[in-house]
């Protein structure tokens, strides 16, 4: 069963070809990580998913939702896929606890006891307990990408969208926020869509990866083959400029 369909799709910023006939099909439970140079249309691919991005051309459908289609509710795709950005948007005047309660209660009008218990669940997960109490303020960078995820997560996501989690990050911080995401990812039931400039992690946790360049997905082929044997030449250009540093 397929969560997100790309068919044909076409993306312009004004003139400028951004995504170029993406054919892509992820399936549910997948981990899928999208690498590639600055530049290449990785952003702006995940930013399509959840409705941030249009496209001018082609069909998009995330979780049965025609995207292509203007009738589309943006709001209910949008109850389906959770999207963690580089950097963290918390709600600066709430705590944590409240930070994570928020979504749940206004719009799945879920009960203060429900809430509560599952953003107790999702602060366990992603290793933030006793930290309930503490103003966005008063916890590092790395603890407020934790909470962001752990906010995206407590609207029971179909599907989970990274861009560049950890690239806003001091380094000693990446390494705990990589661990929260390889654990929501290797969730059965849940699909992940992951850009990241991590190679390593991106080797350990990825199903598939996707090597895009100049809007373009030039290689689409599981971790392994990737990483050990990649066919494009743009990739094995990529991959030995990354190795070497
Ligand atoms: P990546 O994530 O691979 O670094 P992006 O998806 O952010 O790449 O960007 C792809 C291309 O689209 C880049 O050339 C970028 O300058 C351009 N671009 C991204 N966002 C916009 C925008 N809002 N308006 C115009 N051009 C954009």
């Given at each position: 069963m397929s969560m997100i369909e790309f068919h044909g799709v076409q993306k312009y910023y004004g003139k400028?070809?951004?995504l170029r006939d993406i054919d892509l099909t992820?399936?549910?439970g997948e981990t899928v990580v999208l690498i590639g140079p600055s530049g290449s249309g990785k952003s702006t691919l995940v930013r399509t998913v959840n409705?941030?991005?249009d496209i001018q051309e082609g069909k998009l459908v995330v979780n049965g939702h025609d995207l292509s289609n203007p009738k589309t509710n943006i709001n209910i795709l949008r109850k389906d896929v959770g999207m963690?950005?580089?950097h963290f948007y918390l709600y600066q005047n709430k705590n944590v606890l409240e930070n994570v309660m928020l979504a749940p209660r206004i719009v799945l009008k879920l009960n203060e006891e429900e809430n509560k218990k599952r953003a107790a669940e999702m602060l366990n997960m992603v290793g933030l307990?006793?930290?309930e109490k503490n103003m966005p303020?008063?916890?590092s960078g790395g603890q407020a990408q934790r909470v962001a995820i752990a906010r995206s997560l407590a609207m029971k996501p179909k599907c989970m969208l990274f861009d560049e989690p950890t690239s806003a990050l001091d380094p000693e911080m990446i390494d705990d926020v990589l661990q929260v995401i390889k654990k929501v990812a290797e969730q059965g039931d849940?699909?992940?869509l992951i850009?990241?400039?991590e190679m390593g992690f991106a080797k350990e946790v990825a199903d598939r990866v996707i090597f895009m360049d100049d809007g373009k997905i030039l290689e689409d082929t599981d971790s392994k083959s990737f990483f050990e044997n990649p066919q494009n030449e743009r990739a094995k250009k990529f991959l030995s400029k990354i190795i070497s540093h």
């Open positions: 400028f070809h951004a992820i399936n549910k409705g941030l991005e963690v950005f580089q307990v006793g930290k303020s008063q916890i849940m699909t992940s850009v990241t400039h």
